[in-house]
């Protein structure tokens, strides 16, 4: 019997990583300046978020989150298994992890996301599991 | 490896605006100064987390031009507002974010091998 997936799946996206981004971002949080085709390794999370098929607004809130309530980004792990190189075309793969209600001293309640998102081409790049607060809808 | 400090700021809030072009996020708390305002934050915009995440690694990239990132752990515990001045704090493995004396990312970092 085939299982059924606890959270609904995530279409893929795409990530561009261009030279002209890599610039920007490296000039915006005072990086030296690339000196090959590596990009700056923000991009594992700047791409992840950038290169989901829709906002991370939209996305929280088709989860039945509150993002207009003001989430918190609490914490990030990054895999780096191969530096990200400019102009190239990244696929970015999605997957909610976990969502849990926890009791909150700042909230009442808060609910907790739990996303992984891989950036690969042919092969895999970097891993990132992102950890998300949102105030629990209805406690405030 | 030694204690190294790396100012960095004015915090840009026009940055801020192209942060979320390429976050795809159009949270207002980053883009106008009366949406932080009506969130609590105080009349500056709010600086997007993975910005704050990317001084503390362009800091170990200005100590090391040759640093080959395998892994990150970042913590963020702070905000950063618009026209803050920031210290990123790098020693070895650890790096800190700080605002006025107060961290506000903490992160553990390993390295890879120069190709």
């Known amino acids: 019997m085939a299982e059924t997936p606890a959270y609904p799946a995530l279409a893929p996206g795409k990530f561009d990583l261009s030279a002209a981004r890599d610039d920007a971002v490296r000039r915006m949080s005072g990086a030296p300046a690339r000196t090959d085709d590596r990009a700056h390794p923000i991009f594992a999370f700047v791409g992840a978020l950038g290169g989901l098929p829709m906002p991370i ?57 739990h996303l992984a998102i891989a950036l690969a081409d042919d092969t895999p790049f970097t891993e990132i599991a992102l950890h998300i607060i949102f105030p629990a809808k209805g406690d405030a | 490896m030694t204690q190294s400090d790396t100012p960095f700021g004015p915090v840009s809030g026009p940055d801020m605006a192209d942060w979320c072009t390429l976050l795809n996020d159009d949270n207002q708390i980053h883009l106008t100064r009366e949406a932080a305002q009506a969130a609590g934050f105080g009349p500056n915009r709010v600086n997007p987390g993975p910005a704050n995440l990317a001084y503390l690694m362009s800091a ?7 640093t080959v990132f395998a892994s990150v752990d970042a913590r963020f515990i702070g905000n950063v507002l618009e026209d803050d001045h920031l210290i990123a ?3 070895g493995s650890e790096a800190t974010l700080l605002r006025d004396g107060t961290p506000v990312v903490t992160a553990t970092f390993t390295f890879g091998e120069p190709e």
């Open chain 1, 57 to 113: 607004k939209d996305l929280s809130e088709s989860l039945g989150l509150d993002f207009a309530g003001g989430p918190v980004l609490a914490r990030c792990q990054i895999a780096l298994t191969r530096p990200l190189l400019v102009d190239r075309t990244y696929r970015v793969t999605a997957r909610v992890a976990a969502i849990e209600r926890k009791p909150s001293r700042r909230y009442g309640h808060a609910d907790h996301l």
């Open chain 2, 60 to 66: 170990l990239m200005q100590d090391d031009p040759d």
């Open chain 2, 89 to 91: 704090r790098t020693d």
